[in-house]
């Protein structure tokens, strides 16, 4: 069974920048897999991000970017800010009909 | 505007069985790979099943033989049978449209809450 891996948790300051990763239990991330990430805040349903690794949704700030680090795909933030504080969430569409999703990672701004 | 919205949700017992609807406005449901995708109170999203322009459908594995993903074009809606139900499909269920060939989930309705419990 494919596992999507991602920190369950991170903080980062006002201002600063982040990295969260997405990898997989078995293998590396590729382009191929073409790795998206969501944005959840409580009660709301997930907002698009990024997707095939590295394009920007419509309206999303260039402040949020889309690369492949090393085996995994990563979402950097750079100048965070209080409203980035919430969950975030890739997912890899595995070429066969499926995808799966990462556990989730819990952003904190302070 | 794409606009996507559940209904059908609800408290079922479990082994019991109920059918979410999607009704899709400002697109054409049948031209787009659809999906349905769950969060379980407190977790993180899953991916449910998905159906293709050309009528494939495919589901996760704890899904598979209980679930059927299926959409009525002259009613522009999807829809998920959910049969057997358990107490571990509790979650909110939304749908989602694919974007085209970027396996990108691209539109997001408001969610339908399920609950498995006698």
């Known amino acids: 069974q494919t596992v999507v891996t991602q920190e369950p948790s991170f903080s980062v300051s006002p201002g600063g920048t982040v990295t969260i990763t997405c990898g997989l239990s078995s293998g590396s991330v590729t382009t191929t897999y073409y790795p998206s990430w969501y944005q959840q805040t409580p009660g709301q349903a997930p907002r698009t991000l990024i997707y095939?690794?590295?394009i920007r949704s419509s309206g999303v700030p260039d402040r949020f970017s889309g690369s492949i680090l090393g085996n995994k795909a990563a979402l950097t933030i750079t100048g965070a800010q209080a409203d980035d504080e919430c969950d975030y969430y890739c997912?890899?569409?595995?070429?066969?009909?499926?995808?799966?999703f990462g556990g989730g990672t819990k952003l904190t701004v302070l | 505007e794409e606009q996507l919205l559940e209904s059908g949700g609800g408290l079922v017992q479990p082994g019991g069985s109920l059918r979410l609807s999607c009704a899709a406005s400002?697109?054409?449901?049948?031209?787009?790979?659809m999906s349905w995708v769950r969060q379980a109170p407190g977790m993180g999203l899953e991916w449910v099943a998905s159906i293709f322009s050309g009528g494939n459908t495919f589901y996760l594995d704890s899904g598979r033989g209980r679930f059927a993903i299926s959409r009525d074009n002259s009613q522009n809606t999807l829809y998920l049978q959910m049969n057997s139900l358990r107490a571990e499909d509790t979650a909110v269920y939304y749908c989602?449209?694919?974007?085209?060939?970027?396996?990108?989930?691209?539109?997001w309705g408001q969610g339908a809450l399920v609950t498995v419990s006698s």
């Open positions: 989602a449209q694919i974007g085209s060939g970027t396996f990108k989930f691209d539109y």
């Open positions: 997912v890899l569409y595995m070429g066969t009909g499926t995808w799966v």
């Open positions: 400002g697109f054409t449901l049948s031209n787009y790979a």
């Open positions: 095939s690794t590295i």
